[in-house]
């Protein structure tokens, strides 16, 4: 018992609940390795003890938390209410203005600094996050474009989409199809060095965006090199030339790593070749300044990983640590150059994202460029390198077994130690968030319910043997919500599968969105038959699928589980897995010829399509969302769980149905997309469209979609 209420007072589980009426105890070696990894000794009977003892006379002694939340909500803004008596406050805004006293209705929304003093000489300081109560809704409703952007090939990128490609389609879609918005997956830095992990979704770097999205001919300085490069310069462009061909017309997955390599080499002569004009000079400082350490800290993590590779556990001593190495590099000068080079890139990309939310907006987009927040990084990578002290050593992020997965998950991501960023006044999650919002119309969340809390498993275990850490969401939500409304900013989560009781209800009462995906809204408290479409929640993305699901020609064709089956991912017979999903498929295309929306009856693949995205569009939800290749019959999904060498996954370009690429001058003319687009356009556009109103509250957690096994403890 005593190991339990250590744990406890640490958020650390000590059983979780998989499924209704059923806890399953953590194994204590588990318990004693986690709290080893929040820097509590609990080896032994003595040390749990002592430990406990410490906490809680830390407990009793602390005068203010680390951080302190404050909503703008009805309730007037109060200070804390359990401090001794006669104890002065004194309250610094972040924009250097002093408050004294225990009057807080003047303190103005952000992270300011609070100081304790008690009549005895106690002293305490604290963060305190003063935030709006929600993050800005959506104007009206809308629909939008969900595409992983690596797929979206033009004639004129490199191998593989390019935030180019990104500015066209958007300008295209807005223009000619009224969409509101365009989701795109993760853009974050990617670990360096060959071969690299294609997932976009185990970064090195989150804060900072991969220089491969950009346009290299869109590079200002592009057109300014001079006749002594251009030789080099035409041998690298058919070199780009081959790799977009090779994808395009060959059958060749998308290579990043061979990407990366030609449009390295052209920047490389870019930065050589050309100086930079005096506006440009000053806008790149101002960015440089605007960034200070944290720049500094992924630039110097680029240059130390292209001489000692990506792993920074394998440097020398001198080089783990930033602050030596930032030293060691000052003095190197090939060293100190490529730090520069990679601070450079940094500010192109960043200005190339820029220039495609302003032609979003251009193009009158409701909502513009919808960025991904991926849930964690990789452990030796740049986050990691720079703050190392704010990850969890040892521990990786997963999922819990569940009924659709019984070994349960390890995505070999460090989770963020919840004490160490109350302890920063969540200094690192703000700074990530705001730099991740400067262009985003709005923002998607992978895997929000770890705001709430994540699933540790510890190095060597497997994911069974792993536990919940609970964090402080009062306060992950708070610097959410104020960041997202500085940047005037929507908040998306992705909250699929398991979710804890209250979670939903807590993220849709601080205006952060839901995604519902339409094979899985089913109304389990009926029986399991498809949710009707009024019960369907108002503040969500409706989608058809996602980038880890089978695109919709596939599921209605069955194509997806002939491929699990080739793949041997099937964990049942095959004949009974068929006909089990068209029976499934055949109940919602019944559906749709019963509410009209399948005039043409079952049989024809692309008239299925367009009445799956009318369903959509007849529930509430305010934003629904188009995943690309449904637009054109693509039948491959992007990315293929429990699979690795076995499949492509993150390398395919967007396809027809006979698995041609489909290039996005291919897109802009085809009759099938059009024909889908145009449906979308006409009605959210119609004044009585379903969830057209502006002032439809938003709705919750409803109990009938949730799957059997959503509840967690």
């Not at 059958?251 to 490389?268: I, N, S, T």
Request: aromatic residues 6%; negative net charge.
């Amino acid at each position: 018992m005593t190991l339990a209420r250590l744990a406890a007072r640490h958020g650390v589980a000590t059983a979780h609940s998989p499924s209704e009426g059923v806890t399953v105890p953590v194994p204590e070696a588990t318990v004693v390795a986690v709290l080893g990894a929040l820097g509590v000794d609990a080896a032994t009977p003595e040390e749990v003890a002592a430990a406990l003892e410490a906490v809680e006379r830390a407990d009793r002694e602390r005068l203010l938390p680390p951080t302190l939340v404050r909503w703008r909500d009805a309730e007037p803004v109060h200070p804390p209410a359990d401090l001794p008596p006669g104890t002065r406050l004194r309250v610094t805004t972040e924009d250097g203005t002093v408050v004294t006293g225990r009057d807080w209705q003047r303190l103005p929304l952000g992270v300011h600094t609070v100081e304790a003093r008690t009549p005895d000489g106690r002293t305490a300081t604290a963060t305190l996050i003063v935030s709006p109560a929600r993050v800005p809704a959506p104007g009206h409703r809308s629909y939008g474009l969900l595409v992983q952007l690596y797929s979206l090939l033009s004639t004129r990128s490199w191998g593989m989409g390019d935030l180019g490609d990104l500015r066209e389609l958007a300008t295209w879609a807005g223009r000619v199809h009224g969409a509101g918005f365009i989701q795109v997956n993760p853009l974050h830095a990617g670990v360096p060095g060959a071969p690299s992990d294609p997932s976009p979704y185990r970064p090195s770097s989150r804060r900072f965006p991969d220089p491969v999205h950009l346009r290299i001919e869109e590079v200002p300085e592009y057109a300014l090199i001079g006749p002594e490069r251009r030789e080099e310069l035409d041998g690298i462009l058919t070199e780009a030339a081959e790799l977009r061909e090779r994808v395009l017309t060959k059958g060749a997955p998308v290579d990043r790593d061979a990407v990366w390599e030609v449009k390295r080499r052209a920047l490389e002569l870019v930065v050589a070749d050309v100086d930079l004009g005096p506006g440009r000079r000053a806008d790149f400082q101002a960015f440089l300044a605007a960034r200070g350490r944290a720049l500094e800290d992924h630039a110097t993590y680029q240059a130390l990983a292209e001489r000692h590779g990506p792993h920074w556990r394998s440097w020398p001593e001198a080089l783990r640590d930033p602050r030596t190495a930032e030293t060691v590099v000052r003095e190197d000068p090939v060293l100190a150059a490529r730090a520069d080079f990679h601070c450079r890139l940094a500010w192109l990309t960043d200005r190339q994202l820029a220039a495609a939310a302003e032609a979003a907006r251009e193009a009158g987009m409701s909502v513009g460029i919808v960025h991904d927040l991926a849930v964690g990084v990789h452990p030796e990578g740049s986050d990691t390198w720079a703050r190392r002290g704010d990850f969890a050593t040892g521990m990786s992020v997963g999922a819990p077994p569940d009924a659709f997965n019984a070994r349960g998950q390890d995505w070999g991501l460090p989770p963020w130690r919840p004490d160490a960023l109350a302890a920063t006044g969540y200094a690192p999650y703000r700074g990530l968030l705001r730099e991740l919002l400067r262009h985003a119309g709005a923002l998607r969340i992978d895997h929000v319910m770890g705001l709430f809390r994540l699933w540790w498993v510890p190095e060597g275990r497997e994911p069974t043997e792993g536990t919940y850490v609970r964090y402080d969401a009062d306060a992950m939500l708070a610097v959410l919500v104020l960041e997202a409304h500085r940047a005037g900013s929507l908040v998306i989560g992705e909250d699929l599968g398991t979710v804890e009781p209250g979670v939903r209800e807590e993220l849709a009462r601080r205006g952060v969105f839901g995604t519902s995906v339409l094979w899985f809204e089913r109304d389990w408290a009926g029986g399991g038959r498809p949710l009707p479409r009024d019960a369907w929640r108002t503040a969500c993305v409706a989608t058809a699928t996602t980038h880890d699901l089978p695109p919709t020609a596939a599921r209605l064709s069955g194509d997806h589980v002939t491929l699990r089956h080739r793949l041997g991912l099937l964990s049942g017979d095959l004949e009974r897995e068929r006909a089990a999903d068209a029976a499934e498929t055949a109940e919602w295309l019944g559906l749709f010829q019963r509410l009209g929306l399948l005039p043409e009856g079952p049989g024809d693949e692309e008239a299925e399509i367009v009445a799956v995205h009318r369903f959509l569009l007849d529930t509430p939800a305010r934003m629904v969302g188009v995943w690309l290749p449904d637009a054109v019959g693509d039948r491959r999904p992007q990315n293929l769980p429990g699979t690795w060498d076995e499949y492509p996954n993150w390398r395919l370009p967007l396809a027809g149905p006979d698995g041609q690429p489909f290039t996005l001058e291919r897109l802009a003319a085809s009759p099938r997309a059009h024909a889908l687009l145009r449906e979308l356009h006409a009605r959210t556009t119609a004044p009585d469209a379903p969830g057209a109103s502006t002032d439809t509250p938003a709705t919750g957690w409803n109990a009938r979609t949730a799957p059997p096994g959503a509840r967690a403890d």
